[in-house]
C-alpha cells in the first residue's frame, strides 16, 4: 500500500562530508516496506527543486518494544535535495511517499543471499540484511567504497548476521581494488550444488560485471537500478529502461513501475546511462 506522508525527522546521522542517515517518523511507510523499495521525497513546502526525489529505503526503525517508527535513508549530497537531506534537523517535516518499485525476489531457501554494494548502493541492502536475518538465513555483503573513509554503517550488517567482503580503490580498507575481484574468488570457490542468489547496486559499471559474473557461474542476479525519476508513479516517462522480452526482441519499461529491481540478464546495460 502506498501512501504520501508527511514525516517528521528523527535524527540525523552524519557520517562523513558527503554522507548521512536521516532517520523519519513514517511507520506506515515503512510496515509496508519490503527490501528494494523506495520513497519519492522532498522537504515539506519545497518548490525549488518542485519534484520529489528517489531513494531507498535503507533500514525500518523500530522501538524498544519492537513496533515500527519510521525508516531511515542513506543519503549522499549531490545537489539539492540531498544538499537538504543533508542539513536536515530533527523536528523538520519530510514528505514521503511509498512505499514504492518492485522489491527484490527473496532467495529461495536453501539460496544463500549475497549483496554487492558498490558506494550509496549500500542504501538497497540493510532492508534486505534485516529481512534475511529475520528467516534465519545467511546473508553476505560484498561492500566496495574509493577509501575506508566511504565505507558506512559495516555495524548494522555486522548486526544482523551478515558476513562482511570489504574492498577498497587505495587500499585503506579490506581488500584493495574493486569489489568484484572478492566476488568473483567466492563464486569460483563455491560448489555448483550450493544455491546462491546475488543482489547488486551501485554504478552501472559495478552492476554490469556483478550480471556478468553471474551469468558465467550461472547465478541468479537482481539488480536496483538507479534512473533519474520525474515521480516515481508512472506517469513522466522520465526513468525509461530497456530491457529483453522473454520472446526475444527489446523494449522499453518504466523503472519506477517494472524496476527499480530488474533480472542483471534482462537488462540491455549497453542502453543504461551513467
Ligand atoms: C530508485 C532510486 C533509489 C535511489 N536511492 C538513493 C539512496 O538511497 N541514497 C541516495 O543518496 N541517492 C539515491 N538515489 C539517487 C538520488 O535520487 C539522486 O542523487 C537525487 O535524485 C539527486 O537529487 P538532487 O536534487 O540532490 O540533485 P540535483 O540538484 O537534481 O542534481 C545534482 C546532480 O545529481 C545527478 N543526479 C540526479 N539524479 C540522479 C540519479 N538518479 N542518479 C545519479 N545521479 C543523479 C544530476 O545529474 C546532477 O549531476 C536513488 C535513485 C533512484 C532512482
Ligand atoms: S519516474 Fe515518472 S514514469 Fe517513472
Request: hydrophobic fraction near 45%; charge should be neutral.
Amino acid at each position: 500500500m502506498t501512501v504520501d506522508v508527511a514525516a517528521e525527522v528523527l535524527f540525523n546521522r552524519r557520517l562523513s562530508e558527503a554522507y548521512n542517515v536521516l532517520g523519519l517518523a513514517a511507520p506506515d511507510v515503512a510496515r509496508h516496506a519490503r527490501p528494494g523499495q523506495f520513497v519519492m521525497v522532498q522537504r515539506a513546502g519545497e518548490i525549488d527543486p518542485l519534484l520529489r526525489r528517489p531513494f531507498s529505503i535503507f533500514e525500518r526503525l523500530v522501538d524498544d518494544e519492537g513496533r515500527v517508527i519510521g525508516l531511515s535513508l542513506l543519503n549522499k549530497r549531490v545537489g539539492r535535495t540531498t544538499g537538504r537531506l543533508y542539513d536536515a534537523r530533527p523536528g523538520d517535516v519530510i514528505r514521503c511517499l511509498g512505499p514504492l518499485g518492485q522489491p527484490f525476489t527473496p532467495a529461495p531457501p536453501p539460496a544463500d543471499t549475497w549483496m554487492v554494494a558498490g558506494g550509496v548502493g549500500l542504501a538497497a541492502f540493510a532492508l534486505l540484511a534485516q529481512s534475511v536475518s529475520a528467516a534465519g538465513r545467511p546473508a553476505r555483503l560484498f561492500y566496495g567504497a574509493r577509501h575506508a573513509g566511504e565505507l558506512f554503517c559495516t555495524e548494522l550488517f555486522e548486526r544482523e548476521g551478515t558476513t562482511l567482503d570489504l574492498a577498497t580503490e587505495d587500499g585503506s580498507a579490506g581488500e584493495r581494488g574493486l569489489v568484484t575481484a572478492p566476488l568473483e574468488r567466492a563464486l569460483a570457490s563455491t560448489p555448483a550444488g550450493h544455491d546462491v542468489v546475488l543482489y547488486a547496486c551501485g554504478p552501472t559499471a559495478m552492476m554490469r560485471a556483478v550480471s556478468a559474473l553471474g551469468a558465467s557461474y550461472k547465478r541468479h542476479v537482481e539488480v536496483s537500478l538507479e534512473q533519474v525519476m520525474g515521480c516515481g508513479l508512472g506517469g513522466c516517462y522520465s526513468c525509461v529502461v530497456r530491457v529483453r522480452r522473454p520472446a526475444g526482441g527489446t523494449h522499453f519499461v518504466r523503472s519506477c513501475l517494472a524496476g527499480p529491481v530488474f533480472a542483471g540478464a534482462e537488462v540491455v546495460w549497453e542502453a543504461v546511462g551513467h
